[in-house]
Every structure is written in C-alpha cells, then in structure tokens.
Antibody, heavy 118, light 107 residues
Framework: QVQLQESGPGLVKPSQTLSLTCTVS??????????WSWIRQHPGKGLEWIGYIYYSGSTYYNPSLKSRVTISVDTSKNQFSLKLSSVTAADTAVYYC??????????WGQGTLVTVSS | ETTLTQSPAFMSATPGDKVNISCKASQDIDDDMNWYQQKPGEAAIFIIQ???TLVPGIPPRFSGSGYGTDFTLTINNIESEDAAYYFC?????????FGQGTKVEIK
C-alpha cells in the first residue's frame, strides 16, 4: 500500500518561499510508471492542481502558478518537493501530494495546512 | 482548461437513501473522470476511475456513470460511514481540474 506524507513549515511570511516535502512509502518513485503531483485547497474552496514531476525530473506545472513553482525529486530519499515563491495570503491552503498514474491521482497524502502571515 | 461544475454543494441524506452527485465538464473529456471521498484530516480515497469503474476495495453501493461531459456518482443505500466530502477530477487534459466538491451529511 503506497502512502504519502507531507511535511514542512505551517507558517510562512509574505514574500517568502513556501517549501514542502512529500515522503513516499510502500513504493519507489524511481521505479517509474507514475508522476508525483502537488495539489492545494484554499479554505472553503475547491482543489487546485499545482503540477507534477516524473522520477527523471521532468515536470509540468499549472500555467496559473508556473512562474512561482518548482517541483523537484530526490529518488535516494524517495521524496519529492514543492517550492512556491513570493507567497501572499492567497497561498494559504492545505497542500496535498499524490501519486499520478494513467488513471489519474490514486494515492493521496493527508495534507498539511500552510498559512501565509506575518 | 476544463471547468468542472459539481452539484449539489451540500446534501443531507437518511441511511438507506440513494444519492446522486453530478459533475459536468465544460468540454468533452471522454471517460477521464475520477471520483474521490475525503473525510476531515484523512487522505482522499479513490473510489471511481474512468467514470464507471469501481476501484478495488470500494463497496459496490458506490457507482459511476457518464461519458463526455456529464457524469454522476451514485451511492445506493447510503450508510452513516459515507458522510464525507466527495469531489470529481478530470485527467483528460492539463491542467488537471476538480469539481468544487459536495459535502454529504447523514441524518
């Protein structure tokens, strides 16, 4: 059973960079066949797909966030990470990581709340 | 970008009811529609893939229908444990997009 767990600071100051890591267990990122996605949900709102990465480092980002997003992978640690720069209060959200296969997102993490505030 | 319009936003059901949740896509997405269940503080659970296929391990009271632009998640004989937030996802094109979600309450 694949499990994903998000980790990182729960509070980020405006204009700084939000950094989160997703640790994968029960499966290897480097085995291929899947992409690894980040998704967020603003308080009381719907979900927004941020982007994904393949084990090779190939990425695809949501055009709405592309200028501020970087997703990276560390296969030695079986982790992938999200960096979102120049954050504002509008980036306050629950951030999720998930495995993304041919049938879409199948396994999700529990999510982590990130608040942007001074 | 494909917009998904999900309805209703909230519904209250009695155990044993049949519940339908709709998700309408702004363009044809074939059968590239998934449904998920999420409870507070828990990871989302994948319940329906490719519009109509029940994910292994999911109770058969859950079913999905639709193709193209109109999709429905049905819960037959709803149980108290089905109280949750349900949402749809299209993976036909990028960026992936989601419905706004439906909160299902069990009376």
């Amino acid at each position: 059973q694949v499990q994903l767990q998000e980790s990182g600071p729960g509070l980020v100051k405006p204009s700084q960079t939000l950094s989160l890591t997703c640790t994968v267990s029960g499966g290897s990122i480097s085995s291929g066949g899947y992409y690894w996605s980040w998704i967020r949900q603003h308080p009381g709102k719907g979900l927004e797909w941020i982007g994904y990465i393949y084990y090779s480092g190939s990425t695809y980002y949501n055009p709405s966030l592309k200028s501020r997003v970087t997703i990276s992978v560390d296969t030695s640690k079986n982790q992938f990470s999200l960096k979102l720069s120049s954050v504002t209060a509008a980036d306050t959200a629950v951030y999720y990581c998930a495995r993304d296969g041919q049938e879409g997102l199948d396994y999700w993490g529990q999510g982590t709340l990130v608040t942007v505030s001074s | 970008e494909t917009t998904l319009t999900q309805s209703p936003a909230f519904m209250s059901a009695t155990p044993g009811d049949k519940v339908n949740i709709s998700c309408k896509a702004s363009q044809d997405i074939d059968d590239d529609m998934n449904w998920y269940q999420q409870k507070p503080g828990e990871a989302a659970i994948f319940i329906i893939q490719e519009a109509t296929t029940l994910v292994p391990g999911i109770p058969p009271r859950f079913s999905g229908s639709g193709y193209g632009t109109d999709f429905t998640l049905t819960i037959n004989n709803i149980e108290s444990e089905d109280a949750a937030y349900y949402f749809c996802l299209q993976h036909d094109n990028f960026p992936r997009t989601f419905g706004q979600g439906t909160k299902v309450e069990i009376k």
